[in-house]
């Protein structure tokens, strides 16, 4: 096959297109605009290519903020009903998104000692950037090794939220608020807890992982205040009731992962699936050793099954206590005030679902599940007739969104884009943006931030046009919106930016 471009997308509508495949082999959804397709270059349709031939793929689908990963895009879906591959999910497992709705109104923060009153309470708590602990937070939950075990085996289980001071009813209003072994049980996770407790290297540094919950990385991690705009239609007006957010309102949005912990068990699996394919000669798709994968029921599939579920919980019980930190914190400012989790979600993850009317493993890499009202999958969950909320990160200035899927997302694997996607590499970003005017921006759209310097790196400009994004969402027939979200105040790593 030639070297894909964007001349070899078959447009289908106003914001679908199709990448043709050899072989017979079901062609790629693309969804995207033509300026959002013109943005997929050679090296990102490479990868969906290669992904897209790999065994046992069934389906792959390009969302409009899809740029290059590690072996398939990021902003990238593929099923297989008979194959597990690690690099769909990266290295971040259950990277996500949480938002958590305050009883504030947005004239609560409108002065900016108050603001920075809240930023400073947060990061008493909250510690952020790589490799940051616990200990380097004074107000901080302290983990041990033997919660920080039942974290990773049990998720957020009453137990687990009790210990570290979680509202229990959250976990309602998780997409998974645990994940079981690859047998779908705790037993296999407790054994292959063990198992990797063998190598003394990991049991030394699992309790520097442990002491990762309740905190944000670096790059794109971020923790962001902001003011509720409920889109003016029946449907987002009754959405917005069911999701627990009101026009006017504060909200907190964040975006983090499985930090230390998450990248360490994905690096082991992508070392170990890369031995056994080079002892067996087993080949690689496109060449590429970050699609290495293996079949289900194998032993390999197992370990990584598992694994990932490891990975996952951790990075489930992460994101609910820097929730219930960032309402201590409010808290703290705002005594009394209450806040509610509205949802969290992953957009790094393999679940199993039914697809083209059989089960399959979805992969989701820098993707989004997008289940509208009337989904099987969503009875006896508070969204049964609206679909679940899904939460898009643009950037600050843009404001980011809340949707919710359509019918026609069953076309997208019923899945949507994660957020914006890069247009910039970080390398590309500091060599061409200009530091003093990203500063300034901030400074224009009155919103603060917890950095001398904002990461030039993460500055609105190094990503795509978030309107052009979510116009191809909706003209595509996936989702709709349901309210955006203005930041008021963001937290980043600030080490990089302030060196």
Request: hydrophobic fraction near 40%; include cysteine; proline fraction near 6%.
């Amino acid at each position: 096959m030639a070297t894909p471009s964007f001349q070899s997308l078959i447009p289908t509508g106003e914001a679908t297109a199709m990448l043709p495949l050899p072989d017979h082999r079901p062609p790629v959804t693309v969804i995207g605009t033509e300026a959002i397709r013109r943005t997929f270059d050679e090296g990102c349709l490479t990868q969906t290519v290669n992904s897209a031939m790999a065994p046992g793929v069934s389906r792959v689908v390009l969302n409009p903020d899809a740029h290059v990963g590690y072996g398939t895009p990021i902003g990238c879906v593929m099923s297989s009903p008979t194959h597990i591959y690690p690099g769909p999910v990266g290295v971040d497992i259950k990277c996500s998104m949480s938002l958590l709705a305050l009883d504030l109104g947005e004239d609560a923060l409108v002065d900016k000692p108050v603001r920075r009153a809240v930023i400073d309470a947060i990061l008493e708590r909250i510690p952020t950037g790589a490799g940051r602990g616990q200990s380097s937070a004074k107000k901080a939950r302290r983990v041990d090794h033997a919660l920080g075990l039942r974290a990773v085996t049990e998720g957020a289980s009453p137990g687990v939220c009790a210990q570290l001071g979680i509202p229990p009813e959250w976990a309602e209003r998780c997409e998974d608020s645990a994940h079981t072994g690859h047998e779908g049980s705790i037993d296999s996770l407790h054994q292959r807890f063990e198992a990797l407790c063998a190598d003394e290297r990991f049991r030394g540094r699992f309790a520097s992982k442990a002491a990762q919950l309740g905190s944000y990385g670096g790059g794109n991690h971020f923790g962001e205040c902001e003011v509720v705009r409920v889109d003016d239609s029946d449907r987002a007006r009754a959405a917005a009731g069911v999701f627990g957010l009101r026009d006017g309102g504060v909200a907190f949005l964040s975006h983090c992962g499985s930090r230390g912990l998450g990248h360490d068990l994905a690096s082991g699996q992508f070392r170990a699936l890369a031995q056994h394919f080079e002892q067996w000669g087993i080949p690689l798709p496109g060449g590429d050793r970050q699609l290495v994968h293996a079949p289900l029921g194998s032993r390999e599939a197992d370990s990584y099954l598992d694994d990932m579920a490891l990975g996952a919980n951790f990075a489930t019980v992460n994101h609910l206590l820097i929730n219930a930190l960032v309402l201590e914190a409010f808290q703290q400012v705002f005594p009394g005030v209450q806040g509610r989790l509205v949802y969290f979600i992953s957009h790094n993850i393999a679940r199993r679902e039914i697809v083209d009317n059989r089960p399959q493993w979805v992969h989701r890499k820098g993707a989004t599940r997008a289940f509208p009202g009337g989904h099987h999958a969503l009875r006896g969950t508070p969204f049964e007739s609206t679909g679940h909320p899904i939460l898009l990160p643009g950037n600050p200035q843009a404001g980011s969104a809340v949707m919710v899927a359509d019918p026609g997302a069953e076309i997208s694997c019923f899945s949507v884009n994660h957020g914006a996607g890069r247009m910039l590499g970080r390398k590309a970003a500091a060599r061409t943006l200009d530091q003093s005017a990203v500063d300034e921006s901030f400074r224009n759209a009155d919103i603060l931030t917890n950095c001398r310097r904002y990461p030039i790196d993460e500055a609105p400009a190094a990503y795509k046009d978030f309107e052009e994004v979510l116009a191809s969402v909706r003209k595509a027939g996936l989702a709709s919106e349901v309210a955006r979200l203005q930041a008021r105040f963001v937290i980043k790593d600030a080490s990089a930016a302030d060196d």
